[in-house]
């Protein structure tokens, strides 16, 4: 079958820098996207690899390894907006989107 | 320019009862797709609709349909509500040619069924 896991939640401090990890077990690869979730709100979209590496955007960074399954997003300078769910999300081989369950991110001050 | 709209934004229903949702996609993006998401959950892929035909279907049952119209809006039909259909449904568009094919959310329809 196909998964994706994540850490359920995850706490950072204001200012800090965090780390959420994603691996994933897919029929197939083409690509893998991370989004931002608010409560309530409907998902936004952060990043997308499809190769491996680091791919870098503002405060936001997410790394792949494809022959680990592995990715990461990484967020700097963390702020309390950044309280939210970031869900992984891969792109199979029929280009369908598997999604993980998310990781709730709590910023404290 | 306007994003992903989804209508209605709540909606109860009771059980054995049918119901519409509806979508219209980021202006120029050709293809939309319907998840579920149950709280605190991850979206579960319904369906994908493209030039007006469901191009990719997920493990949902068939009391789940839909449409895509010529501007490329699109609708989801559930028959026969059951309890467990209580859920977000979220609406997204993409280019199918896009590079990424980075989808765009709406910002769904709290569908609470009785």
């Known amino acids: 079958g196909q998964n994706i896991d994540q850490p359920t939640e995850m706490t950072a401090t204001e200012g800090a820098i965090v780390q959420i990890n994603c691996t994933y077990q897919?029929?197939?690869?083409?690509?893998l996207f991370w989004y931002q979730q608010h409560a309530g709100e409907a998902p936004t979209f952060l990043s997308y690899?499809?190769l491996d590496g680091l791919e870098e955007k503002g405060r936001f960074s997410s790394f792949l390894s494809r022959s680990k399954g592995y990715s990461y997003l990484l967020l700097k300078e963390l702020q309390m907006k950044d309280s939210a769910s970031y869900l992984c999300?891969?792109?199979?081989?029929?280009?369908?989107?598997?999604w993980g369950a998310g990781t709730k991110l709590i910023i404290k001050p | 320019d306007a994003g992903v709209t989804q209508s209605p934004t709540h909606l109860i229903k009771t059980r054995g009862q049918q119901v519409t949702l509806r979508c219209s996609p980021k202006?120029?993006?050709?293809?939309v797709s319907w998840y579920q998401q149950a709280l605190g959950q991850g979206p579960q892929f319904i369906f994908q609709?493209?030039?007006?035909?469901?191009?990719q279907r997920g493990n949902f049952p068939d009391r789940f349909s839909g449409h895509q119209f010529p501007n490329y809006s699109s609708e989801l039909n559930v028959n026969a509500l059951l309890l467990g259909d209580s859920a977000l449904y979220l609406c997204?568009?993409?280019?199918?040619?896009?590079?990424?094919?980075?989808?765009?959310f709406g910002p769904g329809t709290r569908l609470t069924v009785t």
């Open positions: 999300a891969v792109r199979d081989s029929n280009y369908q989107l598997i």
């Open positions: 202006s120029g993006h050709d293809t």
């Open positions: 609709y493209y030039e007006e035909e469901e191009r």
């Open positions: 997204a568009s993409s280019w199918a040619t896009g590079r990424s094919g980075e989808q765009y």
């Open positions: 897919t029929s197939g690869f083409n690509g």
């Open positions: 690899n499809v």
